[in-house]
Each structure stands twice: as structure tokens, then as C-alpha cells.
Nanobody, 115 residues
Framework: QVQLMESGGGSVQAGGSLRLSCVAFGINVRTYTMAWHRQAPGKERELVAHITSSGARTYRDSVKGRFTISRDVAKNTVYLQMNGLKPEDTAAYYC?????????WGQGTQVTVSS
């Protein structure tokens, strides 16, 4: 059974930092592409970043230079380091396996950035 468990969300002021964690059970984060998505109230869920099995990283334009996706194979965990947070980064953040069938999702962790 695959489970993804996110943590690390919270409330910060603009310019602050948070590190989100996604612990995976039943799936190896080294073997599969892992992704972070986010969904703000009233908006569609959007891809924030992903890391492939080979370690290639991609980011949406609005977070480039501020967010970093990484993984710790020993801990079977994927991270999203978020620096220079902006109010528009406020959303629920979800960990995901975008290319498995079915795709797996965590329960989400809330990030709130105040100006």
C-alpha cells in the first residue's frame, strides 16, 4: 500500500522560509518521479516542481530561484525547500507520484504567507 505523508507547512511572513517533507511508504522515491503540487482557494491545482529518477529537476517559472526540490533516499523522503516566500505562494501543498498508475497523493500541508 502506497502512502505519502506531507509535513512542514505553517504560517510565515513574506520573505520567510519553510521546508516541506514528503515521506513515502510502499514506493521508492529514488525509482519514481516525485512531484510537489499546490492548490490555492478557488484555483486549480498546479505543478510546483518535480524530480525524476535520474535527479533532473523542473520548476514552475514563478518559483524558480526560490524553491528547491530534493530527496533523501535513505529516509525515502522528498523535500521542498521554499525561500523568499510570497503571499501568492499561499496554498495547500501536495506530494504526488505523477507517472504511476494510479497516481498517488498525500493529504496535503497548508502554507500561509502573510504580507
Amino acid at each position: 500500500q502506497v502512502q505519502l505523508m506531507e509535513s512542514g507547512g505553517g504560517s510565515v511572513q513574506a520573505g520567510g522560509s519553510l521546508r516541506l517533507s514528503c515521506v513515502a511508504f510502499g514506493i521508492n522515491v529514488r525509482t519514481y518521479t516525485m512531484a510537489w503540487h499546490r492548490q490555492a482557494p478557488g484555483k486549480e491545482r498546479e505543478l510546483v516542481a518535480h524530480i525524476t529518477s535520474s535527479g533532473a529537476r523542473t520548476y514552475r517559472d514563478s518559483v524558480k530561484g526560490r524553491f528547491t526540490i530534493s530527496r533523501d533516499v535513505a529516509k525515502n523522503t522528498v523535500y521542498l525547500q521554499m525561500n523568499g516566500l510570497k503571499p501568492e505562494d499561499t496554498a495547500a501543498y501536495y506530494c504526488n507520484t505523477p507517472y504511476t498508475t494510479p497516481g498517488y497523493w498525500g493529504q496535503g500541508t497548508q502554507v500561509t504567507v502573510s504580507s
